[in-house]
């Protein structure tokens, strides 16, 4: 079968892809087929993953699979949250967004352990052209670290130190971001597919 991955963010396409590759399922990116930017206008993750899958979904008349992702600062309420893409403005400066989030932190006086604690969210919907989806969810919980540490990854990778671990994840190998081989894995993106797959698994033996 072909499926779109419905993503422009050319970091999130590649982990996709990796995440994907065991399936054996051939993908064309939402990028390669020219396909608009859907307005994310959703109030949550699941929303906005939902309106960018159904919109590929229709406009390719393929299944699709949108990622929702951002990380979210419990001592800014959760900021920047769905909006992660949006703190680094149009010109997708993400070294200016991590220090907004550094500048933020500040600004409230924010400066114990526990107040540096974040977690990233992923949010898959899978959406097929006649209007049906599924989502699917995973989570990593860690601390921001200042500074940023590491050139691997994309977005927020080097200021995120996930628990149990001595690296960021801007110095970790895609591998290990993935956590492949450990359970349902490390990284957000790849519990949440962990999440698919079972699901897929539980389909296929009723
Ligand atoms: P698409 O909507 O086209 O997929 P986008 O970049 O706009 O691309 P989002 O709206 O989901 O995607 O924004 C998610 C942002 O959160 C993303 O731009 C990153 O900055 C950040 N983010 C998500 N997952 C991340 C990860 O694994 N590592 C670092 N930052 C991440």
Not at 116 to 143: K, Q, Y
Request: hydrophobic share 40%.
């Amino acid at each position: 079968g072909r499926i779109v991955i419905a993503t422009h963010n050319a970091g999130k396409l590649r982990e996709m892809q990796e995440l994907m590759a065991p399936f054996g399922v051939s993908a064309v990116s939402a990028g390669d087929l020219n396909l608009p930017e859907p307005e994310e206008t959703g109030m949550t993750f699941a929303e906005n993953a939902a309106l960018k899958a159904h919109a590929a979904a229709k406009a390719a008349d393929l299944p699709a699979l949108a990622d929702d992702s951002g990380i979210c600062v419990a001592a800014l309420d959760g900021a920047p949250g769905i909006f992660s893409a949006r703190w680094a403005g149009s010109g997708k400066d993400f070294a200016h967004a991590m220090r907004r989030v550094e500048e933020e932190l500040a600004r409230r006086g924010a400066t114990s352990a526990e107040e540096r604690r974040a977690h990233f969210v992923s949010a898959l919907v899978v959406a097929w052209p006649d209007g049906h989806e599924e989502l699917f969810e995973g989570r990593v919980f860690g601390t921001l670290v200042w500074p940023p540490r590491g050139d691997r990854g994309f977005g927020y990778d080097p200021m995120f130190q996930p628990d149990g671990h001595e690296r960021t994840f801007g110095e970790m190998a895609s591998d290990e971001k993935h956590g492949w081989g450990h359970g349902e894995g490390l990284s957000h993106r790849a519990r949440a597919f962990s999440r698919l797959a079972a699901a897929c698994l539980r389909k296929d033996t009723g």
